[in-house]
T-cell receptor
Framework: GAVVSQHPSWVICKSGTSVKIECRSL??????MFWYRQFPKQSLMLMAT?????????EQGVEKDKFLINHASLTLSTLTVTSAHPEDSSFYIC?????????????FGPGTRLTVL | KNEVEQSPQNLTAQEGEFITINCSYS?????LHWLQQHPGGGIVSLFM???GKKKHGRLIATINIQEKHSSLHITASHPRDSAVYIC??????????FGQGTTLQVKP
């Protein structure tokens, strides 16, 4: 199946710093990628839809200035958590959309665990 | 009421048992996903199905479009199957709507 990678897999940072998370589709091109956030023992929450070459579409309640998304190429989307604070600590997961003739499939990355001290 | 509901929420089984996890959805869908999330957090896509049945190793997924119901079966369960299993259905806008997950623990 299609492979999606994320980097880093975990990161610890000090409050006030910015953290960039990369999401790559390794063996297919993805014009659309999704960024999710997951709190402990909860389901995934869609943060934004990342579209190659255009602005991301953010879900209600997600601060676009806080969570900067850049989808600069067909295989890479980045999520930057700006001026991170402890409440931003979470598990961030991306997925990439593989479009085929009759169906679209989302392939998920392994996730990035962010801990803000 | 959630648009995608799973049952049970928690499941404990003995090694070797046959396991069934159910998913009911109220959104109109083109396909339904079954995902597996291990304690480390990484998500693996197990199946995407829009009709009938799919099998991969000891995992079997079935879907009944008319009844808006899908099941994930694990045969000859093993402790390494312990994980959270999540079903997800695309909404009319294409966004995935996730079930709340089923936490499975298989004891040796």
């Amino acid at each position: 199946g299609a492979v999606v990678s994320q980097h880093p897999s975990w990161v610890i940072c000090k409050s006030g710093t910015s953290v960039k998370i990369e999401c790559r589709s390794l063996d297919f091109q993805a014009t659309t990628m999704f960024w999710y956030r997951q709190f402990p023992k909860q389901s995934l929450m869609l943060m934004a839809t990342s579209n190659e070459g255009s602005k991301a579409t953010y879900e209600q309640g997600v601060e676009k200035d806080k969570f900067l998304i850049n989808h600069a190429s067909l295989t890479l989307s980045t999520l930057t958590v700006t001026s991170a604070h402890p409440e931003d600590s979470s598990f961030y997961i991306c997925s990439a959309l593989l479009r085929q003739a009759y169906t679209d499939t989302q392939y998920f990355g392994p996730g990035t665990r962010l801990t803000v001290l | 009421k959630n648009e995608v509901e799973q049952s049970p929420q928690n499941l404990t089984a003995q090694e070797g048992e046959f396991i069934t996890i159910n998913c009911s959805y109220s959104v109109g869908i083109s396909a339904l996903h079954w995902l597996q999330q291990h304690p480390g957090g990484g998500i693996v896509s197990l199946f995407m199905l829009s009709s009938g049945k799919k099998k991969h190793g000891r995992l079997i997924a079935t879907i009944n479009i008319q009844e808006k119901h899908s099941s994930l079966h694990i045969t000859a369960s093993h402790p390494r199957d312990s994980a959270v299993y999540i079903c997800a259905a695309p909404s009319n806008t294409g966004k995935l709507i996730f079930g709340q997950g089923t936490t499975l623990q298989v004891k040796p």
